[in-house]
C-alpha cells in the first residue's frame, strides 16, 4: 500500500542500481502533483516557442522522500560523455548514477530548481540572470494561457516582474 | 562454512512451505531454477530467461523490459502515470520531450506509442520523431504528434483530450 512523502523510511540505497531505487518508490510512494511547471526560451533557437517543462509526479515523489535520486552533477557527467566523438555507450552508469550517494529530501522549490539543472540545456539555465530578457520562469500551471489556438506563439513576457501575472 | 547434501527440503510445521530469509544465491555466473515447469535461467550477468509459453522457447527478461513508459495529457500538461520519467516538456503545439531518470545506455533504443480518441474512432493521429531537428540522446525523447493532414495540431480542441503512452525497451546497462 502506497503512503506518502515522509512516511516511510527510503532504504540505505547507495550501491543499488536506480532503476531499483524507482522500483521502490513506484511501489511506496504516492505521486506528488506539483502546481508548478517551468517556462523557458532556448536562446539558440529564438524562432521557437516558449516550452513548459513539468516535472513527473512519481519523481516529484522520489525527490521530496529523499535518499533515491543521484546528485544533478552526475547527469552532467553522463551528459558529457555523450557529446565525445567516440561515444558508443555509457560506461559510467555505476560510478555517476548507483554507486553515489543519494541526496537527501528536497523541498519542491528545490525539485524544480533540481529538475531545471538536469532537464532543461545548460545553455539555457546557466547565465539566465545575464540575460538580456527573461528566459525562465518558474510558474504555477494556472499562469499558463488556458486557451491553446496560439500555442506556438507563446513567449515569455519581457517585463514579467510579478508571480500574479499571466507569464506567457 | 558448511555444505548441506540433501535431495530434499521440506518445511517443519508444514511440508510444503519453507522460509529462507533474506538473500539466496544460486551458482555463479550461470544458474538454473524451475519453478514447477517453468524454467528461470541465468546464463550471464544481465541474461536471464524464463521459459515462454509452450514450454520450449525462452523470453529474455532484460532485452524484454519496458524501461520506460508514460500516460500524459499532451496540451493539459497533465501527467496521469509513468515510469523513469522526471519530467514532460510541452515543446510546441504537438511537440512534446520526455527525459528519463534512469538513461539508456546508448541511442538504438526502439519506441512506441498510441493516442487516445477523444470520441467516434475517427481521429488520425501520426506519432514521429523529427530526425531532422530532434535529436534522441540517452536522457530523453523528442516526438510530435499529426492529424490526418500532416499538420501538427495548432487548435486546442483536437488535443484537449489526448493521451500518449509511450512503452521503451532497450538494454538499460549502466
Not at chain 1, 517556462?39 to 533557437?45: A, G, L, Q, S, T
Not at chain 1, 559510467?92 to 532537464?119: C, F, S, V, W
Not at chain 2, 530434499?8 to 529462507?20: E, M, Q
Not at chain 2, 530532434?134 to 523528442?142: P, R
Request: charged share 20%.
Amino acid at each position: 500500500m502506497k503512503v506518502k512523502v515522509g512516511e516511510i523510511e527510503t532504504p540505505e540505497f547507495q550501491g543499488t542500481h536506480l532503476w531499483n531505487r524507482l522500483g521502490w518508490a513506484k511501489e511506496n510512494l504516492e505521486m506528488v502533483r506539483s502546481q508548478y511547471c517551468i517556462v523557458w526560451e532556448d536562446p539558440n533557437k529564438p524562432e521557437e516557442p516558449a516550452k513548459v517543462t513539468s516535472p513527473d509526479p512519481n519523481w516529484m515523489a522520489c525527490a521530496l522522500q529523499g535518499g533515491i535520486l543521484p546528485p544533478v552533477s552526475s547527469y552532467w557527467e553522463l551528459a558529457k560523455d555523450e557529446t565525445q566523438p567516440d561515444f558508443e555507450r555509457h560506461t559510467r552508469g555505476p560510478e555517476l548514477l548507483h554507486n553515489m550517494k543519494p541526496i537527501d529530501a528536497m523541498t519542491e522549490e528545490q525539485a524544480i530548481e533540481y529538475l531545471i539543472m538536469k532537464d532543461i540545456p545548460q545553455h539555457v539555465w546557466r547565465d539566465y540572470e545575464t540575460a538580456n530578457k527573461p528566459r525562465l520562469v518558474i510558474c504555477r500551471k494556472d499562469q499558463l494561457p488556458q486557451k491553446r489556438i496560439w500555442r506556438n506563439a507563446w513567449r515569455i513576457k519581457e517585463d514579467i516582474n510579478t508571480l500574479q501575472e499571466k507569464v506567457a | 562454512m558448511g555444505t548441506i547434501k540433501a535431495d530434499t527440503v521440506t518445511g517443519l510445521a508444514d511440508p510444503n512451505k519453507a522460509t529462507i530469509p533474506n538473500t539466496i544465491t544460486m551458482g555463479s555466473t550461470t544458474a538454473t531454477l524451475n519453478f514447477g515447469n517453468t524454467v528461470i535461467t541465468n546464463a550471464s550477468a544481465g541474461s536471464t530467461t524464463v521459459t515462454a509459453e509452450g514450454g520450449s522457447t525462452t523470453t529474455n527478461l532484460q532485452q524484454g523490459l519496458c524501461k520506460v513508459w508514460s500516460t500524459f495529457e499532451h496540451d493539459a500538461i497533465s501527467l496521469e502515470d509513468s515510469l523513469n520519467v522526471s519530467s514532460h516538456s510541452n515543446d510546441a503545439a504537438g511537440r512534446t520531450t520526455i527525459t528519463f531518470t534512469n538513461n539508456f545506455s546508448n541511442v538504438d533504443y526502439a519506441y512506441c506509442g498510441t493516442v487516445f480518441d477523444g470520441q467516434g474512432a475517427n481521429d488520425v493521429r501520426t506519432i514521429g520523431h523529427d530526425n531532422g531537428t530532434d535529436t534522441n540522446s540517452t536522457s530523453a525523447l523528442k516526438i510530435y504528434t499529426a492529424q490526418a493532414d500532416g499538420a501538427l495540431n495548432t487548435s486546442e480542441r483536437l488535443f484537449s483530450h489526448q493521451h500518449l503512452k509511450f512503452t521503451l525497451s532497450k538494454k538499460m546497462e549502466h
